[in-house]
């Protein structure tokens, strides 16, 4: 029961998702699945780390721009 509760909070969450996660980010030559566990790792870090919408979606952004990507413009 607690983790169908925790996993409804987790989608709800995800509806609500600072811009910076749902912004498309590119690198060249990178494999499109090696992206997303990029992008799934910067998440959920993000998450973890930091309290607000605001400082998730700055670490998002931090964790990509380390990882060298960009946002598509």
Do not use: N
């Not at 700055?58 to 960009?70: D, K, L, T, V």
């Amino acid at each position: 029961m607690t983790s169908i509760v925790a996993l409804a909070l987790l989608m709800l969450a995800g509806c609500s998702a600072p811009a910076a996660f749902r912004s498309e980010w590119t690198k060249p030559d990178v494999a499109l699945v090696t992206q997303r566990r990029d992008e799934y790792e910067c998440e959920r870090q993000a998450v973890f780390l930091h309290a607000t919408a605001r400082e998730r979606a700055a670490g998002f952004a931090a964790c990509m721009e380390a990882r060298g990507y960009a946002r598509a413009r």
